[in-house]
DNA sequence: TCAAAACGTCTAATTTTTAGACATCATGTC
DNA sequence: GACATGATGTCTAAAAATTAGACGTTTTGA
């Protein structure tokens, strides 16, 4: 496991990687989120925990959600826990409408935040693993579109495929399992891919 | 449109009332949640708008929270947006993490709130049509699933009365479809539903 | 090591598919 | 309404595919 901790505040910073070491296997902290894309582009971090305020000027916390949007661009982006000590009820309701998976106020409680850490990775993981689900629900649509315009001898084809594979290349099970004889099993195996016949 | 506003301050009810006579076909108020559930069984809700504190005794919003829920338990639930006089960052966190479209505070701004409204319901009905797009898309892959254990007849069958349903019964053009003899697909309609051979 | 199952191949009988032809029926276009 | 175009239902004879069964060989698993 591992986690990204953005903080302008250098104490803030140490404080806060005192508490998740031991917890995540790997801490790594920055003090300015200028360098997140690169960090993000190995893919291996599991959550970030990420202040909304870097810019002194702007204590409004869109210095947050710019960056938030952009670590949660991506669909394999990590969980992200947001932490500010400005926080207000709308900002903090605009960050989770943009996907981060919990907003807390400083100062923290240790144990409450790790607990909320170990929740949002939970619940980016439940995240992703529904939109695989459904990315590999709409394959099988889109398989069915195609099948549409597929003339009989392809349809067959496919079909003999898949029961041959899902009888991991047991010809005769196979046929037994199409209905068919071996012989023509092995015959319609043996056609080349398109046979237009005539 | 319809939308429901729960408020137990009746002069709170009426001004709300006001403000969305107009923007909304039906607007009904109540002073408590508990005919919730008997007035979103007819579905023709499309927005609510609920306060968090019924309790006197309970300030915390535990009460909205628990309304949500509920209302949030119907997967043909309409948007929620919850309002609060009360509200802390924590409990706005806990309600967009229950599926709470929008939460807002008092005092509101009259078109700040309009829009708001608006923009949940359009949110409410993205998951709704992402939810039915799932729910789709999961057939499929239930079909696909079942088409594993068919036999070739079967599937000959089954993809031959998809062509011709697609083909508005046009024989003549599902044959041309399926790549077939107009005669062979004749003979393999008039067999009865489960023909095996010899 | 040994038996059961799968494989590859063959044959001859049976069944299916095919192209083509023909008259009839529906379609919609002028 | 007349007419052309395309769909339908049916037939034939040739071509092609499927079938059961048989046989020796190879794999697999106990």
Redesign the interface.
């Known amino acids: 496991m591992k986690l990204l901790i953005i903080d302008d505040n250098e104490a803030v910073l140490r404080s806060l990687k005192l508490v998740f070491t031991g917890v995540f296997d790997h801490v790594v902290t920055a003090k300015n989120p200028q360098l997140l894309p690169a960090m993000l582009s190995a893919g291996d971090v599991d959550a970030v925990l990420l202040d909304m305020n870097f810019n002194t000027c702007r204590l409004d916390g869109s210095d947050g959600l710019f960056w938030l949007t952009r670590i949660k661009s991506s669909p394999s982006a990590p969980a992200v826990v947001l932490i500010t000590a400005f926080?207000?009820?709308?900002l903090?309701?605009e960050a989770?409408?943009r996907g981060a998976e919990?907003?807390v106020?400083k100062p923290w409680d240790n144990d409450d935040l790790i607990d909320k850490l170990n929740r949002a990775m939970e619940k980016c993981r439940m995240k992703k693993a529904e939109q695989s689900?459904?990315s590999?629900?709409?394959l099988?649509?889109e398989?069915?579109d195609e099948?549409?315009?597929?003339?009989?001898?392809?349809?067959?084809a496919d079909?003999?495929n898949?029961?041959v594979k899902?009888c991991g290349g047991n010809l005769t099970l196979a046929a037994s399992?199409?209905?068919?004889n071996r012989q023509t099993l092995y015959n319609q195996m043996k056609k080349p891919p398109h046979t237009?016949m005539k």
């Open positions: 926080g207000d009820v709308p903090a309701v989770m409408k919990d907003f106020t689900a459904v590999e629900a709409n099988y649509r398989r069915a099948r549409k315009n597929m003339t009989l001898e392809e349809i067959k079909h003999i898949n029961v899902e399992r199409l209905g068919i237009h």
